[in-house]
């Protein structure tokens, strides 16, 4: 209790820390976004720091009863990311994001708790660097864009908006992290534009890798990546359109879909098969000056589920795939909300207590032949505070409970404190 005690401690000057450091910044500095008012070039970027603390073990498989009690604490850098962005011409942008996920790169030893009840320790990446953006964008008029490069995949709510300054919660939501990549990023072509209320993104990228897909995780594992070579033999299709006619409101629909077979590493051994993605996602945000209530729902289909999950049991170890049953059908939703004091206007400072509700599946619906594991059907509910210092800067606290399979496994919580930031640090 006592390492715990200190732990916190320490997370708590860390964040005090780095508040003090900024809090001077200017009140009006603008949030990241996609925005390009700017005249020549900017440089930002957004991350955070994170401390949990947890009261089950990180072993959910191995017993009958679910995760074992346990006391155990994490701290560190879940990612700090920096943008830079150039107009070679008011029409002609570069944009490029590079994520430093978990303090860098290198290598460390992880315990596999998942893969059909085989237990090993396999070698890892302990960090990532990862180019995350990286686009040119052809401004023909505001309502028509064409852009070319490494993007961002916008399906379901936090994809589309990602920084971590956007949801109320210490982590991003759960429900979308275990279903599908968060963040989502292919290498392809867009249109996208906004006329009048209405904003689109439509694009062409390389599609998924059918040997990642998952029990506990769906397709989320199947974004390319292990291999030097990104394919596309099969690509994939994204959609995005947003609406805000209704003050203070924005409606959102998503979708993707796209073969994942011919994207292997030997595509010979799934030549026969589709293994089509689709996915389709609704979200909704309303913002005013004093409430704040998101919420968003994803629905997936995968064909050949069965034949994948036969094909990638034989797949080599050698390989750091995880070779377990994906399902046919995953489900995952959630909503929050918060309610916004405000404590210094100009400053643009404020406290906002929330509250939030998920509920996700990857393994929703099982071909025939096969059988969920129903571990993997979770909901959780998560309690905390959000103290902005100003709209680009925050300290956050929150306290989840989780239910396996509606409570007939051992429930998790966890403790969480976050320091959370985003914006431009200059421009010209």
């Given at each position: 209790m006592k390492q715990v005690l200190k732990s916190i401690a320490s997370s708590v000057s860390l964040v005090l820390l780095c508040c003090l450091l900024s809090y001077g910044q200017e009140k009006k500095e603008e949030q990241k976004s996609g925005e390009q008012n700017f005249s020549k070039y900017r440089f930002g970027g957004y991350g955070e720091i994170l401390f949990q603390n947890m009261d089950y073990g990180p072993d959910r498989y191995n017993y009958s009863n679910g995760a074992q009690p346990d006391n155990r604490s994490l701290i560190g850098l879940p990612r700090a990311v920096f943008s830079f962005d150039y107009k070679f011409r008011s029409d002609l942008i570069f944009s490029t994001?590079?994520?430093?996920?978990?303090?860098?790169?290198?290598?460390?030893?992880?315990?596999?708790?998942?893969?059909?009840?085989?237990?090993?320790?396999?070698m890892e990446k302990a960090g990532e660097v990862v180019l995350e953006q990286l686009h040119f964008t052809k401004v023909f008029?505001?309502?028509?864009?064409?852009?070319?490069?490494?993007?961002?995949?916008?399906?379901?709510?936090?994809?589309?908006?990602?920084?971590?300054?956007?949801?109320?919660?210490?982590?991003?939501?759960?429900?979308?992290?275990?279903?599908?990549?968060?963040?989502?990023?292919?290498?392809?072509?867009?249109?996208?534009?906004?006329?009048?209320?209405?904003?689109?993104?439509?694009?062409?990228?390389?599609?998924?890798?059918?040997?990642?897909?998952?029990?506990?995780?769906?397709?989320?594992?199947?974004?390319?990546?292990?291999?030097?070579?990104?394919?596309?033999?099969?690509?994939?299709?994204?959609?995005?359109?947003e609406n805000n006619n209704i003050r203070n409101l924005r409606l959102s629909l998503s979708g993707y879909s796209g073969k994942s077979t011919g994207n292997t590493a030997k595509p010979i051994n799934m030549e026969h098969l589709d293994g089509r993605v689709s996915i389709l996602s609704g979200d909704f945000e309303f913002n005013n000056k004093r409430i704040i209530a998101r919420g968003n729902v994803i629905y997936g289909y995968l064909s050949d589920s069965y034949e994948?999950?036969?094909?990638?049991?034989?797949?080599?170890?050698?390989?750091?795939?995880?070779?377990?049953?994906?399902?046919?059908?995953?489900?995952?939703?959630?909503?929050?909300?918060?309610?916004?004091?405000?404590?210094?206007?100009?400053?643009?400072?404020?406290?906002?207590?929330?509250?939030?509700?998920?509920?996700?599946?990857?393994?929703?619906?099982?071909?025939?032949?096969?059988?969920?594991?129903?571990?993997?059907?979770?909901?959780?509910?998560?309690?905390?505070?959000?103290?902005?210092?100003?709209?680009?800067?925050?300290?956050?606290?929150?306290?989840?409970?989780?239910?396996?399979?509606?409570?007939?496994?051992?429930?998790?919580?966890?403790?969480?404190?976050?320091?959370?930031?985003?914006?431009?640090?200059?421009?010209?």
């Open positions: 994001e590079v994520e430093f996920e978990h303090g860098g790169t290198g290598s460390a030893l992880e315990l596999e708790y998942e893969e059909a009840g085989e237990y090993e320790m396999e008029t505001p309502a028509f864009q064409v852009r070319i490069g490494h993007m961002i995949v916008p399906v379901g709510q936090s994809n589309a908006r990602h920084e971590s300054i956007r949801y109320l919660g210490t982590s991003r939501p759960e429900s979308e992290t275990n279903i599908i990549p968060l963040t989502w990023h292919e290498t392809g072509i867009a249109l996208l534009g906004n006329y009048r209320k209405w904003s689109y993104q439509l694009m062409v990228v390389n599609g998924l890798d059918a040997n990642g897909f998952t029990s506990a995780y769906w397709v989320r594992e199947g974004k390319q990546g292990i291999f030097e070579d990104t394919k596309m033999t099969d690509p994939a299709f994204a959609l995005r359109i994948i999950s036969a094909i990638n049991k034989t797949i080599s170890k050698n390989i750091q795939y995880t070779r377990t049953p994906v399902a046919q059908n995953a489900l995952a939703y959630g909503a929050e909300v918060g309610y916004i004091f405000p404590l210094h206007r100009e400053q643009g400072s404020s406290i906002i207590p929330f509250a939030r509700y998920e509920y996700y599946n990857p393994m929703e619906q099982m071909a025939k032949g096969m059988h969920a594991d129903n571990r993997f059907r979770r909901d959780a509910f998560t309690f905390g505070l959000n103290y902005y210092l100003m709209p680009t800067l925050a300290v956050k606290a929150d306290y989840s409970h989780r239910r396996i399979d509606s409570g007939a496994y051992n429930n998790e919580n966890t403790f969480a404190l976050a320091l959370v930031y985003t914006g431009w640090f200059f421009q010209k």
